[in-house]
């Protein structure tokens, strides 16, 4: 959530600063503002409300300043408003600064400072910050770098910092702990941001700071130590795509963009991962230094959208496997005393690989002696440089706060990992071979699902002037209908709740009513006919039932039935789940919602 972006160098800071912001508004945010310095003084521009807002204030020809600092706010301590959004400065207007993350201990801080005779005129934990930070930088007879390392380790929580300062007006000092920044260079500038979205149309060459790192950025060079000052190697890494992947391309959203785009990015997570013999290669998974013989459970671990594909990783390996499986919301994990020893392994999904509540559980899991395995989506995130071991879905960019093929390639890279787990663990797998072979076929079956779009765009007119949905489904159908009631609410706005199918009748059935919309997913032949059971219940009380369905399974006396292509029923659910992204995506453009950037909601949730 939130966005930063800093720049210096021997051209104007203002175009880095807003085209950064740009790419960074799928973050999710409430106001947006930038700071420009020079050595005369500095100018700061906020507003309520979107970046557009930001821009009509702005005179692109008053702002030749060559150093600046922008930032995109999602409240967590103050309600939206001028007066909270960043940046935040001091007093006298010399010292600025943008953050990202959570102060735990600002209150404590707050009070140290207001009987010093320091003056707050914004509810944020932040503000705090430039006015600790101008508090030692007096103490300290205007060393700036020295107070910045003593104030970053007087802070508690996440953070990640970038000040501006008319004592030094050509530099930008950064610092990083557990929320995410990426720095990154030309011959005559350096630059950063809070993802590297905002850096791709200046370099695809990055540094990505890590956690306990202060960095000095200046036109002709880049300093980066720890909080003690102590110098810090740079492990420069290359971004593995181009400005052109993160825009829309003709479509009308980034969403729909990004839907089309799953055979791609199915294509390109599968590339390697199948040899010719029919044979799952996962090195990284081989090399973990897990004693498979005495490996007493695995637990899949996540937040939201990437939870739910824990749970389908979780029902496919535990039919392969005689180890324990669990799927656990990375938010609930560290309350739970999880069992946690050198006999466990932790599996960690994460599109971003910032989600705050996934990186705490790692920390937890290793600090016990657990093993630790990740699943994420970003070359160099937090969650991959914390685990033991990382595989990548190649999905690339995903702008859009609703995923879409950032959840279809974890399911198809956990379908691969369970596969490579059963063998490991001397289980079987029902159909191995079979769903090998159809993760080549999958990318194909994607184009042909993608085909029904009109029906699901003539579906979703059944959710115009409801406030209500409801989805069911078995086993792996399950994770799939939990998966499309958050895309349906998430963008669409409809009060959407998933159940297990045979728990319908036990309380929820009570709300189904006259045009109740109801989703049923039955790919699952051996329990589809209990689910058609379960849907005959809803009808009689006048629901309006919508279902989907594997090719050949016998189904009848429905009026809305649509019937996926031919694949191995352990996959199905990942062209389901296709469908179910289609159907919320109509139903919000029926209700002329803000398709990309939902109210209330971030891409990347980096705070607790």
Request: hydrophobic content about 40%; aromatic content about 8%.
């Amino acid at each position: 959530m939130c966005g930063i972006t800093g720049f210096t160098g021997k051209e104007s800071a203002l175009p880095f600063l807003l085209q950064g912001l740009e790419r960074l508004e799928y973050r999710g945010y409430d106001s947006a503002g930038i700071t420009l310095v020079d050595h005369e003084k500095m100018t700061t521009y906020k507003a309520k409300g979107k970046l557009a807002d930001l821009k009509k204030i702005i005179d692109p020809e008053a702002c030749p300043q060559c150093a600046g600092i922008g930032h995109t706010r999602w409240a967590t301590h103050g309600v939206p408003s001028q007066l909270n959004a960043h940046p935040h400065s001091n007093a006298d207007s010399t010292i600025s600064l943008v953050h990202n993350g959570i102060i735990e201990n600002y209150q404590k801080i707050k009070k140290d400072l207001l009987a010093r005779g320091y003056v707050f005129r914004s509810e944020t934990d932040s503000e705090v910050v430039v006015h600790l930070l101008d508090s030692w930088y007096r103490r300290l007879n205007g060393d700036m770098e020295e107070a910045l390392r003593h104030t970053v380790r007087e802070l508690e929580g996440s953070f990640a910092l970038c000040i501006v300062t008319t004592y030094i007006p050509d530099k930008v000092f950064v610092a990083k702990k557990e929320s995410p920044m990426v720095i990154g260079r030309t011959a005559d500038s350096s630059f950063c941001g809070s993802d590297a979205t905002a850096l791709i149309a200046y370099t695809k060459e990055v540094l990505v700071l890590e956690d306990g790192q202060i960095a000095v950025l200046s036109a002709d060079g880049i300093k980066v130590t720890d909080f003690d000052g102590n110098p810090a190697e740079q492990a420069w890494i290359s971004i593995p795509y181009d400005i052109e992947a993160a825009q829309k391309g003709g479509y009308d959203s980034y969403m729909m963009k990004e839907i089309h785009e799953q055979p791609r990015a199915v294509r390109e997570t599968l590339r390697g991962r199948l040899s010719p013999e029919g044979k799952i290669l996962m090195p990284e998974l081989d090399q973990l230094p897990v004693r498979w013989n005495e490996l007493k459970r695995i637990y899949f671990i996540a937040c939201g959208t990437a939870y739910h594909a824990c749970i389908y990783a979780k029902t496919l390996l535990q039919k392969a496997v005689h180890v324990t499986c669990i799927a656990e919301p990375a938010s609930e994990f560290r309350y739970e005393e999880p069992v946690l020893d050198r006999d466990t392994l932790c599996i960690f999904v994460s599109q971003s690989g910032e989600t705050a509540d996934t990186l705490a559980a790692v920390k937890l899991a290793k600090a016990e002696g657990a093993h630790t395995f990740a699943v994420t989506n970003v070359l160099g995130s937090s969650l991959a440089r914390a685990a033991d071991a990382t595989v990548y879905t190649c999905a690339g960019p995903e702008i859009a706060v609703a995923s879409t093929k950032a959840y279809t390639t974890q399911l198809v890279l956990l379908a691969c990992i369970d596969i490579r787990l059963s063998e490991l663990l001397g289980g079987r797998m029902p159909d191995k071979e079979r769903i090998i072979t159809d993760l080549n076929n999958l990318p194909a079956v994607l184009d042909r699902t993608l085909d029904m779009e009109p029906m699901m765009e003539r579906l979703a007119v059944l959710l115009q002037d409801q406030r209500d949905a409801y989805f069911i489904g078995r086993q792996l159908d399950y994770p799939t209908a939990l998966e499309g009631a958050l895309k349906l609410k998430e963008i669409s706005y409809i009060h959407a709740d998933a159940y297990y199918a045979g728990e319908l009748k036990h309380g929820p059935i009570a709300l189904i009513e006259k045009d109740t919309v109801v989703m049923a997913l039955a790919t699952q032949a051996e329990i589809a006919a209990k689910t058609f059971s379960n849907i005959q219940e809803t009808i009689a009380r006048g629901a309006r039932v919508i279902i989907i369905t594997g090719p050949d399974i016998p189904v009848s006396g429905f009026e809305n039935v649509l019937r996926l292509p031919e694949i191995a029923p352990q996959l199905i659910d990942i062209p389901a789940a296709v469908l179910l992204q289609q159907f919320a995506y109509f139903a919000a453009v029926n209700k002329g919602c803000d398709i990309d950037q939902p109210r209330n909601l971030a891409k990347s949730v980096t705070v607790e």
